[in-house]
């Protein structure tokens, strides 16, 4: 079944002149021209204090593209031609009234909008704030108004719930897109059909059949210009709480009774909220931390993490976590869930690992197999290489019984022609039509703040600084310490298995 085109909308983005519109959101809406999910009656209107009139941002944006495609193939771009004639700007600052009352004058009451806010989170609450108070949020029969907000949504749990009584305030939750993007990765989206429509895979799914998972997302970038917001901010909040936390719902959810977006949402919130919250004591032992030394990075020599500019040379933020976590849920009763995130390591790689208990060993046990039979895994990847693959045992040939692992692959790229997507064509298009299923509901990111607070709340007072791992490295040695004390090992980053049984990179 194919998806029907977007109903008319006039997307407006605050922030317009931002990284986010020209390497994300346009390049995202062209490629939805191109799949003619969108039409002629999709326009923008972007926002931005730089002064500057329609061409202004038409051009920033050609110039952004033909660095991006080439200039010949931008100039032939039928999808980009007819996109950008829709596209237009007004110079203002968004904490002053008669910018919003130009936005309601250039839409009129009859149009149908959404609001993107691609701007720091200081002013989230202020701009949603000033559409209500303009009537800008205002939905009558057949008009719908909804606002789209990025990450990161607070900074703890009692900030994150500020905001969110204070948005909620002026708009319904139905108008509320809290937007994290590894949501719009076609894997991601896939990991429900993956367990739902597969009874050999859902079958399995619960602490009888499954020891551990481990959830990864690694970078191999360092901080570079971004030391200012990163060094308060740090890779707990960055990460966790948002992108690792919505890997995790997906893992760990019950089987919603219909794929109704909030049927979902209720069983996504559900996971959250079972997410067991540590005492202090607990958290120290459940939570380790690192920052990246100096040395050398894919051939280049990285200064250290206190070392960036815009950096505290006495900075305690770290840019490495790993968390060992527990949903007290009857299916996930005692199997512990591994989380970690970092710069500058080995591999830009997000996967979650799926380790199932070992065999019983009764049929091997007078043979050298019983002392290296690996558990069975099944890894899904969500970045870069999109697909998954389950690691099983088979006998290799000869007389003695003698086992290899191996892997059956599967990568979406070899089955399907996914084109260059940024991620944000599933959600764009979602928030155009109204589905609810991919964003994040009030409930579930207050829930994901609960269950990381201990260890906010522990490393604020800690007068200690996160221990130092070398660049390209697969993080700090305390990682490791926190997995094999209970006897398991970090799944290597970047690493396949291959059909003869050798690991490669």
């Avoid at 970038?221 to 995790?248: C, E, I, W």
């Avoid at 199997?335 to 208990?357: N, S, W």
């Avoid at 000869?398 to 022609?417: E, H, I, W």
């Avoid at 299923?437 to 269950?451: H, P, S, V």
């Amino acid at each position: 079944m194919h998806a029907a085109p977007t109903p008319p909308v006039t997307l407006v983005i605050f922030g317009a002149t931002g990284d986010l519109t020209r390497r994300l959101l346009v390049p995202a809406i062209i490629n939805l021209t191109r799949q003619r999910l969108v039409g002629e009656d999709l326009n923008i209107l972007g926002i931005g204090i730089e002064p500057g009139d329609d061409e202004f941002l038409r051009g920033r944006l050609d110039a952004f593209l033909n660095h991006l495609n080439g200039e010949e193939q931008t100039e032939k771009d039928e999808a980009w031609e007819s996109l950008r004639q829709r596209i237009s700007y007004m110079s203002g600052d968004f904490t002053r009234e008669d910018v919003f009352v130009e936005i309601g004058e250039r839409l009129g009451p009859n149009a149908n909008a959404a609001f993107y806010l691609a701007v720091p989170p200081s002013f989230f609450g202020t701009i949603v704030e000033k559409l209500a108070a303009h009537g800008l949020t205002d939905e009558s029969d057949g008009v719908f108004r909804r606002v789209a907000i990025e990450k990161p949504f607070g900074t703890d749990l009692a900030s994150a719930r500020a905001l969110n009584a204070q948005i909620l305030a002026q708009v319904d939750e139905s108008q509320v897109y809290r937007l994290d993007h590894f949501l719009g990765k076609e894997t991601v989206q896939n990991l429900m059909t993956a367990r739902f429509a597969n009874m050999i895979i859902e079958s399995l799914w619960n602490s009888r059949y499954i020891d551990h998972v481990q959830i990864t997302a690694a970078e191999i970038v360092d901080v570079g210009s971004r030391g200012k917001f990163y060094d308060a901010t740090g890779a707990l909040r960055d990460m966790v709480p948002n992108h690792l936390f919505q890997l995790l719902a997906m893992i760990a959810m019950e089987p919603p009774n219909s794929f109704d977006a909030e049927a979902i949402r209720n069983e996504k919130s559900k996971v959250l909220k079972a997410l067991r919250i540590y005492t202090p004591e607990e958290a120290r032992t459940h939570g380790v931390r690192g920052a990246y030394a100096a040395g050398p990075l894919n051939g280049v020599e990285l200064s250290a993490y206190r070392d960036s500019r815009d950096v505290s040379p006495d900075s305690r933020t770290e840019t490495f976590v790993a968390l060992k976590l527990y949903a007290d849920t009857w299916r996930w009763a005692g199997v512990p869930f591994y989380l970690r995130t970092g710069k500058a390591m080995t591999a830009r790689d997000t996967e979650i690992v799926i380790t199932f208990q070992p065999v019983p060993f009764a049929q091997f046990r007078e043979t050298e197999v019983n002392r290296r039979l690996p558990p069975n895994r099944l890894v899904i990847q969500v970045q870069p290489d999109e697909g998954m693959s389950m690691e099983i045992s088979i006998k290799s040939p000869g007389l003695s019984v003698d086992t290899t692992p191996v892997s059956l692959d599967f990568r979406y790229a070899d089955k399907f022609d996914i084109g260059k997507t940024t991620g944000y064509e599933s959600l764009l298009y979602d928030l155009f039509i109204g589905d609810q299923t991919l964003f994040q509901r009030a409930d579930g990111i207050e829930a994901g703040w609960a269950a990381v607070q201990p260890f906010l709340d522990i490393w604020a007072g800690d007068a200690s600084t996160p221990e130092a791992y070398a660049p390209g490295s697969m993080g700090p040695t305390c990682a490791d310490e926190l997995i094999e004390r209970d006897g398991r090992k970090w799944h290597e980053l970047g690493v396949i298995l291959h059909h003869e049984g050798k690991k490669d990179k």
